[in-house]
Structures are given as structure tokens and as C-alpha cells.
T-cell receptor
Framework: DAGVIQSPRHEVTEMGQEVTLRCKPI?????LFWYRQTMMRGLELLIY????????DSGMPEDRFSAKMPNASFSTLKIQPSEPRDSAVYFC?????????????FGDGTRLSIL | TQLLEQSPQFLSIQEGENLTVYCNSS?????LQWYRQEPGEGPVLLVT?????EVKKLKRLTFQFGDARKDSSLHITAAQPGDTGLYLC?????????????FGAGTQVVVTP
């Protein structure tokens, strides 16, 4: 079975540019999470969707960040304009019906470098 | 400030030795998970514990959930180089009805042959 698919795997761009990260969750999973991982702050939850609806976006750093989930099989995380401090590895994870204890399945991440 | 504090931050041991990683909090969790992450990959779930005092074993790995459901430990017996990785604990606060997990900063484990 295909796992969570993220694209691109690597992105290098100049500050000020728009960046769009993409995620395809596991089919049948109805919860989707976007995380950011850095050495300094570890793995931080940015936003959480349930049945395509954003439930908690309190982790989104600022208005430059936005996330959408137009359907059950696709989500995007957009940064506009990007800044060097946004450099990190961004992970998408999905989970089946929001039952407690269900595992989150992570993609392999997008390594983002803003110059 | 991390909701979950992991210790130590880094651990380097030789093959065959034992090690213990700790995950502590002042909050009560309805469940707690341990993940292992290898370079260039996302975290992979090892175990979920839900009952205070629960002990789970996964081959050479032993996981314990504290009686008060505020802390957990991971013990590896006779570590092997394949155990090398970043170990992350993640807890779902009892107050969160959606079962959203918050992650600790992780413990980097290196096992040398």
C-alpha cells in the first residue's frame, strides 16, 4: 500500500518567493497533520485537518503560512513570502478515524531551504 | 517550552549495552506513543500505551507508561547498530478531545559496533 506521499522532497528557493508543499494522505485516512521539524524546536504541529476541515491551526507561525485540504486525497501548505527562518523539514502525516491511539503515518518530508 | 521533556538529548553506546530513554511531563495524557525516526525519513510508530502502569514489549524494547499517565520510558536491551535513530515520544493530552499528539524534542541514540 502507498504511504503518505509528499512533494517535492527538496526545495531550495530565494527569500520572498512563494513555496507550495504538497501531500497525498493514505487512502481512507480522514485526519491530516502538517508538522515542521528543526534542530532547535523539534517536531512542531502546524495544523490539523479532520474530514478536510481545519480543526486546529494554532501552530501556524504567522499569516505567511496557509494550508488547504480541498478533498480527502490532497493537501497543500503554502508559505508566501518565504523567509530564511522558514528553512526546516516539513512533514505531512495522516491517521484513520480520529480514534485515540491510532498511529500517525508520516511521509518522508520536504526539506526546505530558503536562501 | 516543550510539553514533553525527553532525556537524555543524546546517547552514544556500544553494541550489546542497555539504554533507557525518558519522557516526562506535568500533564496527564490519555495515550502516549513512541516513534523512531531515521535520517531522511518520517517518524515511524513503535508503540502506543494507554493505561497507567502499562508495560509493553517489542522484541528487545520495553515501554512503560507511568501510573499517573504523565511519564514514560523506553528501555532497549542489548542494543544493536540498527537501533540507531531519533526516538520521539508523543502524548495526547487528556484535555484534547481530538486526540491530537504533541511531540517531545527527541533523544538521538547512536549504537556503535
Amino acid at each position: 500500500d502507498a504511504g503518505v506521499i509528499q512533494s517535492p522532497r527538496h526545495e531550495v528557493t530565494e527569500m520572498g518567493q512563494e513555496v507550495t508543499l504538497r501531500c497525498k494522505p493514505i487512502s481512507g485516512h480522514n485526519s491530516l497533520f502538517w508538522y515542521r521539524q528543526t534542530m532547535m524546536r523539534g517536531l512542531e504541529l502546524l495544523i490539523y485537518f479532520n474530514n478536510n476541515v481545519p480543526i486546529d491551526d494554532s501552530g501556524m507561525p504567522e499569516d505567511r503560512f496557509s494550508a488547504k485540504m480541498p478533498n480527502a486525497s490532497f493537501s497543500t501548505l503554502k508559505i508566501q513570502p518565504s523567509e530564511p527562518r522558514d528553512s526546516a523539514v516539513y512533514f505531512c502525516a495522516s491517521r484513520s478515524q480520529g480514534a485515540r491511539g491510532q498511529p500517525q503515518h508520516f511521509g518522508d518530508g520536504t526539506r526546505l531551504s530558503i536562501l | 517550552t516543550q510539553l514533553l521533556e525527553q532525556s537524555p538529548q543524546f546517547l552514544s553506546i556500544q553494541e550489546g549495552e542497555n539504554l533507557t530513554v525518558y519522557c516526562n511531563s506535568s500533564s496527564v495524557f490519555s495515550s502516549l506513543q513512541w516513534y523512531r525516526q531515521e535520517p531522511g525519513e518520517g517518524p515511524v510508530l513503535l508503540v502506543t500505551v494507554v493505561t497507567g502502569g502499562e508495560v509493553k514489549k517489542l522484541k528487545r524494547l520495553t515501554f512503560q507508561f507511568g501510573d499517573a499517565r504523565k511519564d514514560s520510558s523506553l528501555h532497549i536491551t542489548a542494543a544493536q547498530p540498527g537501533d540507531t535513530g531519533l526516538y520521539l515520544c508523543a502524548g495526547a493530552p487528556q484535555t484534547d478531545s481530538w486526540g491530537k499528539f504533541q511531540f517531545g524534542a527527541g533523544t538521538q541514540v547512536v549504537v556503535t559496533p
